[in-house]
């Protein structure tokens, strides 16, 4: 998400900058930088859903089985043990 944003950020600069020096604006251009930014609210609407989910579930008793939550799949530091 954060790489979209950074490319709708550089693609915005960029677009405007054009604009600025050569006086040229292609809206085709503006609306490829605008799916940056859309697929970064898809993704980051995808992840706010998938908190949302994991946040409400409740473990279904005394089943001998594993379970994880979506903070384990994305955290980058060492799983402790319990």
Not at 6 to 32: C, D, N, P, T
Not at 44 to 66: N, S, T
């Amino acid at each position: 998400m954060e790489r979209l944003l950074l490319f709708f950020a550089v693609a915005s600069i960029g677009i405007a900058l054009r604009f600025f020096v050569l006086g040229e604006l292609e809206w085709k251009q503006l609306l490829f930088a605008s799916c940056f930014f859309a697929g970064a609210l898809l993704i980051w609407g995808i992840e706010r859903w998938l908190a949302w989910l994991d946040a409400r579930y409740e473990e279904a008793g005394d089943e001998d089985v594993w379970h994880t939550h979506m903070a384990e799949r994305f955290w980058t530091g060492k799983k402790a043990f319990v």
